[in-house]
């Protein structure tokens, strides 16, 4: 950019080519921009420069000594990004953010102001010397530091990761008690608190409690040095898993470190952290999920494993993305204890749990889960397998990731970038004599093609797919180049499934729900009458949230014979859903009107996780 710029200045006449070659050689040497360093070599004036942009590109240039800057718009740009891209916010009118810039090709800087302020950005230009003495003025502090050069830069990315723990650890934000405990975690003013004392209960003897399997060996110069950084990591996982988390997720942003668990399938803020303390928690986060510490610009995938004392074995799916104040981080936690697999406790009413109990005792033939991302299919299969996992059949499983093993089961990993895709483990399975095969998920016509054949050819096959109902699943699978005698032939048995959050039974009171609304749910005339409603009014139990667990909603299709002969006929997902029905099949939101009958559940959940029939 500072070439183009350059270039831009020889071919108006305002430098020559061996000044230009003159700045761009201080700048490699110094850093600083190209034109800061042209001006302090004497070849152009501020004014000079300021006004050659501004008749070149159409840009008003302002004087920033006569603004007198509203507070409101300065908090809209931190101090840190002001210097960093050397721009100086000068008013908002409606929609639109003006600001002032010393470098107009600086279009990386438009665009995290853009994302940051979620308004549209007006480029004005000021002189550079200006922008220092306003952005000093106006935010505090001893003004712009001059940039590093590149190299020195790198040398600063790359630097201990030991160092820097070292120097977080002394931060003003939160202090370090004697005993290494951090007493003072949290400096932000958004979001809930985790109580000190009991977090420090909770972690007490972290270190010695918590075994991180196959852990790095630098990790144990980084035990010595950051202790309480390791102590507030295992606190956050250890009280995740005391709170029944699904995931963490540790967010960085521009002042703060955003700490929150998933329950019930609803993000919670549990902490704020201080910003200074992110690269070190990314850090000891990536030790232990064996990843690479210095490689922050990629997106990293890993696993940590932790031993609760001598029995209980915990495993964390950590996922690393780079963001624009840091990594972000996801880690879902997957424990064992806390796997429900058995088929009669998912919530399954009577009459469908029959049909999918008479499917899976079928020799041969194909069983589709369906449903979008988080609503359990992956414990719905592994409830169906762990049923029929018995000593006299050969089961084999394709997974992306494996992320509960169980003995008696033979568990593929799926590694597409080395060619082992579903498609590959399902030809190889069929070479190993299985009865059983179950399927992470069906992505693509080769899979499904597999699939089909496995299922005509004497094997039972489980398998997901992403489609909203079980009747949508055959126009699926149609359109993904499955013949319609194929499908006919080889699936048995459809399921859709969503997730809900249970009312809370210690704060369970009842909710007057108007009649006309409950017959606009479904539910008949005369039953929306007398029907008693439920929801939870919050306490301490459930954290005043009014739902404490999940149970899921089923909508089970069997194929039956006038299924199949609308499948070949080629008839439409609500044709197919219409007879279905009148057959016995139970939609998703009858399954919650039966939720909601029996207490289970609200009508506020039952709303939001399914369509009306």
Known sequence: MAAKLGQILIASGVITEEQLNEALSVQKKKGGRLGANLVKLGHVTEEQLVTFLSKQYGVSAINLAD???????LKLIPSEMAKKHMIMPVARVGATLTVAMADPFNVFAVDDIKFMTGYNVEVVIAPESALMDAI????????????????????????????????????????????????????????????????DAVVGKAIGDVEVVE?????????????????????????????????????????????????????????????????????????MARLDISEKRLPQDGRIKLKLGKKKEVDFRVSTVPCLFGERTNMRILDKANLQVDLTRLGIEEEPLKDLMAALEKPNGMILVTGPTGCGKTTTLYSALNYLNKIGVNVSTAEDPVEYNFPGINQVAVKEDIG???A???????????????????????TAEISVKAALTGHLVLSTLHTNDAPGTISRLLNMGIEPFLVAASVILIASQRLVRKICPQCKEEEKIPVPALIKLGFPEEEA?????????????????????????????????EIK????????????????????????????????KDGTTSVEEIVRATFGD
């Open 67 to 73: 603004y007198k800057i509203d507070p409101a718009v």
């Open 136 to 199: 000093a003025t106006s935010y505090g502090g001893r003004g712009v530091v001059a940039a590093k050069p590149q190299q020195q830069q790198q040398q600063q990315t790359q630097a201990s990761t030991v160092a820097t723990a070292a120097e977080i650890l002394q931060a003003k934000d939160y202090t370090v008690g004697e005993d290494g405990n951090i007493e003072d975690m949290l400096g932000a003013d958004e979001g809930p608190t985790v109580d000190v004392e009991e977090f």
């Open 215 to 287: 852990e790095k060996e630098d990790a144990e110069v980084i035990r010595e040095v950051a202790a309480p950084i390791i102590k507030l990591t295992n606190g956050i996982l250890l009280n995740a898993i005391k709170a029944g988390a699904s995931d963490i997720q540790i967010e960085p942003y521009e002042n703060s470190v955003r700490v929150r668990y998933r329950i019930d399938g609803e993000c919670r803020v549990i902490m704020n952290l201080p910003a200074k303390i992110k690269a070190a928690l990314t850090s000891r986060i990536k030790i």
């Open 420 to 422: 082992l895709t579903f």
């Open 424 to 446: 590959a483990a399902l030809r190889s399975f069929l070479r190993q004599d299985p009865d059983i095969i179950m399927v992470g998920e069906i992505r693509d016509f080769e």
């Open 529 to 561: 009458a007398s029907i008693k409603c439920l929801r939870g009014k919050g306490c301490p139990a459930c954290n005043n949230a009014g739902y404490r667990g999940r149970i899921g909603l089923y909508e089970i299709m069997p194929m039956k014979d």
């Open 565 to 596: 002969e609308l499948t070949l006929e080629g008839a439409s997902s609500d044709e197919i859903k219409k007879a279905a029905v009148r057959l016995g099949m139970r939609t998703l939101r009858m399954s919650g009107l039966v939720k909601i």
